[in-house]
């Protein structure tokens, strides 16, 4: 289904993703990808923190092949989706690999990666362009305790191609019909705030509450005040 375009050095391969749909040179599904990204980016623009070892993805198809997806939902539907091939892949157990709202990818606490969604129209045709950055291995290791990586250190038989494919795999999935009560589930059994109090910072305001969960419309639900609850789009949330 997907058309596979391997990428050598390249800046980012959203930016090359969202070129080609420019140029007019994609009319199907397609993906590209990188081992060696110097310039990639994540939500809100900030830049990806990558180590040697990581692989760079962008899948990009036209809105009428997910046309009940919108750019909430679609972060909460692949990042379960690819974290769940991966931990078949890797022979894991199921929830080895967690999730932080609302486009984060998690091990042992720490960040390995992350989803962006973004949209482009070509000649009055919406496209859908997904990045998806992951951290292999770090060697050294980050300076920011906060970045993780998918692989120990000591693993050395493992193969940057066929994690590349699996993800490709997971990520069909999402042309099929998607249960929203199933993602929804499995993304919350596996968010690392579940249940915590958190806070929230939407532009200039900051909100705090009880993290209550993901909704069907993709976004966080906070228990504001004891029995009132708002649903957040959009934001960066942290621990009280």
Known sequence: ?????????????QKEAIRKILDG??????????????????????????CKHSVAISFVWSKEFTPKLNKTVLPIVVSTK?????????NLSKHTLGLKWPNDLIKDGKKIGGVLVQTTNYKKVEWIVV??????????????KYFGSLLSKNISNYSKKQIVLNISKSMKKIFKSIDMNNIIHE???????????????????????????????GGIS??????????????NINLL
Do not use: A
């Not at 009319?27 to 994540?42: K, M």
């Not at 769940?84 to 892949?89: D, I, N, P, S």
């Not at 906070?222 to 934001?235: A, N, P, R, V």
């Open 222 to 235: 906070l228990e504001i005040k004891k029995g009132s609850k708002q649903t957040f789009t959009t934001g």
């Open 25 to 50: 040179e994609i009319i199907s599904p397609e993906f590209f990808y990188s081992y060696n990204q110097y310039d990639g980016y994540g939500t809100h623009g900030k830049k990806w923190e990558q």
């Open 1 to 13: 289904m997907w058309k596979e375009n391997e990428l050598k050095k390249i800046d980012s391969t």
């Open 82 to 90: 690819v974290i769940q091939g991966l931990e078949k892949y890797l």
């Open 187 to 217: 993304f919350n059994r596996r968010d690392i705030f579940n249940g915590k109090l958190l806070k929230i910072k939407v532009n200039n305001d900051e909100y705090s509450g009880k993290n209550c969960g993901i909704t069907k419309s």
């Open 131 to 144: 990045g998806i950055g992951l951290n292999l291995i770090w060697d050294p290791p980050p300076k920011n």
